[in-house]
């Protein structure tokens, strides 16, 4: 069964360092996503791809994010100068039509970021 | 701020038994819900997703949607300690296509 792929499952950063999280979307799926989970709270929206430009984001996704599509396959996520307050569980997430065909949602195992 | 809520539990059922897990929410547009599964340290795993009032079952799961009411629940039939999870409700809103999560009801399961 097709699913989404994450790199790395572990990142431990020093603040102020940038960070790449890299994921694979399900290769038919037109949507991707990107949310975080700090410990113990909600899964939180940070931003939404669709044809190679952002379509919504969130009041956390400020300057410091930025995503891009580097080729047919990956989906990255880039922090450019990390704060503490980063540290969470990165989740990327894709699907293939959107709301306008019903938009199921699947989601990938996640990034733990640590920020130091 | 459009919400989505959830009683945070623990609930506590016998295996077996019926769990029942509600969730509201604040956007009286939302046209999409979506129950996820998440283990602990693990990404959000879909269960269900509902978007018509009334039932809908697969499985031992049943999504029970009430736009008016604006309520939304989960009834796990058998349950089995695997079903051992905190449960997210999770809610499309009336515009754009994120999806916003309630905090999660953890279920525990005890044999």
């Known amino acids: 069964e097709p699913e989404v792929t994450q790199t790395p499952s572990h990142q431990v950063t020093q603040m102020g360092q940038e960070v790449i999280l890299r994921c694979v979307p399900i290769?038919?799926?037109?949507?991707f996503y990107w949310y975080r989970q700090i410990l113990g709270q909600k899964v939180e929206f940070l931003v939404s791809?669709?044809?190679?430009?952002?379509?919504?984001k969130s009041e956390i996704f400020d300057d410091q994010f930025s995503v891009e599509r580097p080729d047919g396959s990956n989906f990255t996520l880039k922090i450019r100068s990390t704060k503490l307050e980063d540290s969470a569980m990165y989740f990327c997430?894709?699907?293939?039509?959107?709301?306008?065909?019903?938009?199921?949602?699947?989601f990938g195992p996640g990034t733990r970021l640590l920020v130091l | 701020q459009k919400e989505v809520e959830q009683n945070s539990g623990p609930l506590s059922v016998p295996e077996g038994a019926i769990a029942s897990l509600n969730c509201t929410y604040s956007d009286r547009g939302s046209q999409s819900f979506f129950w996820y599964r998440q283990y602990s340290g693990k990404s959000p795993e879909l269960i269900m997703s509902?978007?018509?009032?009334g039932d809908k079952e697969d499985g031992r799961f049943t999504a029970q949607l009430n736009k008016a009411s604006q309520y939304v629940s989960l009834l796990i039939r058998d349950s089995q300690p695997s079903d051992s999870a905190t449960y997210l409700c999770a809610v499309n809103p009336a515009a754009g296509n994120k999806l916003t999560f309630g905090g999660g009801t953890r279920v525990l399961v005890k044999p």
């Open positions: 997430a894709s699907s293939e039509f959107g709301r306008a065909r019903g938009e199921t949602q699947y």
């Open positions: 509902i978007y018509s009032n």
């Open positions: 290769s038919n799926h037109l949507y």
């Open positions: 791809f669709y044809n190679n430009e952002i379509s919504e």
